[in-house]
């Protein structure tokens, strides 16, 4: 695939590259290169106190770069590759650019199941560091459309793979905790042990750290996933003024799954919010999720969405 080739030579040359995985576009960079890394922080507008995920092809190359204890192995095995990145200690002699880890003692890291960043894994012969493929604090890109006009020419090239299909981006999990939720739910990471978000409680999100207080992981932000329109959740009707996105039995401008399925809604959700924030409406309002399965991550970026911006 000619794309992928001139990608490869991109990142070898130490660009940076919009590449489709199953959860979101990223945008990846050698993840051993420093000023590669500050690539990414650039074209993004991302705080430095903000730390990256780090793509590799399998187990065996992340164990090069992290430490695995039995637990964070079993769950690699069930789950690799997929959208499950897992936060760990780094090794000494991982060649991991400081940029990547934020200065934390910890990587964040996955093995994705894409064929497009499985491709560009092989071909670049590198870990990839690769957040979303936007602007910082904006909606994830799920098209190659969305990055392109995002960070339109801020980067050199966007492969284009069609829609990504799991729509939210993946679940992360330090220990036995998950701290950001994503495609894997709770109950398929750990059955029956009632393991929850650390960033939330029954009354919703805990507060985040602020600036270079405790981000143990990517997307911890309050105010993340952002469109620049306001916008209000568990809306059940029409509102003056506003683009509604309906789920289940509130129908709206669009809607995530008219059925009230939460697979298809998630992988929905920031195509209908770019479509919203491009709209004509001066406010954006979403009807209620269920905070089931995936759910959880789809209100998750949802509140993080909707959290006042002064």
């Keep these: 695939m000619a794309a992928i080739a001139e990608a490869a030579a991109l990142i070898r040359a130490g660009e940076c590259v919009a590449v489709p995985t199953e959860t979101v576009y990223g945008l990846a960079a050698d993840a051993t290169e420093s000023r590669a890394v500050a690539g990414i922080y650039a074209a993004k507008g991302r705080p430095s106190f903000n730390p990256l995920i780090v793509h590799v092809p399998d187990l065996a190359a992340a164990e090069r770069i992290a430490v695995f204890d039995d637990a964070a192995r079993a769950l690699a095995t069930r789950f690799w590759p997929g959208p499950l990145t897992l936060v760990l200690p780094v090794r000494a002699d991982a060649g991991i650019a400081s940029l990547v880890t934020a200065g934390l003692d910890t990587i964040a890291i996955r ?21 979303s493929a936007n602007a910082s604090g904006g909606i994830s890109p799920t098209r190659a459309a969305h990055v392109a006009k995002s960070l339109a020419g801020r980067i050199p090239l966007v492969i284009d793979d069609g829609a990504t299909p799991a729509g939210v981006e993946s679940t992360i999990v330090m220990g036995s905790t998950i701290l950001r939720p994503g495609p894997l739910s709770q109950e398929a990471l750990f059955p029956g042990e009632g393991r929850g978000p650390a960033a939330e409680s029954e009354s919703g999100p805990r507060p985040s750290p602020g600036k270079g207080e405790g981000v143990a992981a990517p997307g911890q932000l309050d105010s993340h ?47 209908a919010l770019h479509r919203a924030d491009a709209s004509a409406a001066s406010a954006i309002a979403v009807a209620p999720i269920p905070e089931t399965g995936i759910g959880a991550a789809i209100n998750d970026r949802l509140r993080r969405a909707a959290f006042p911006r002064g």
Excluded at 111 to 129: C, D, F, N, T, Y
């Design 111 to 131: 093995v994705p199941r894409h064929r497009a960043m499985q491709a560009l894994l092989e071909a670049s012969g590198k870990p990839l560091a690769a957040p």
């Design 225 to 271: 996933y952002a469109p620049s329109k306001p916008v209000r959740l568990n809306v059940t009707g029409v509102t003056a003024g506003a683009y509604l996105i309906g789920f289940g039995a509130v129908s709206g401008d669009e809607t995530l799954s008219a059925g009230g399925d939460l697979t298809e809604a998630a992988a929905n959700l920031f195509d």
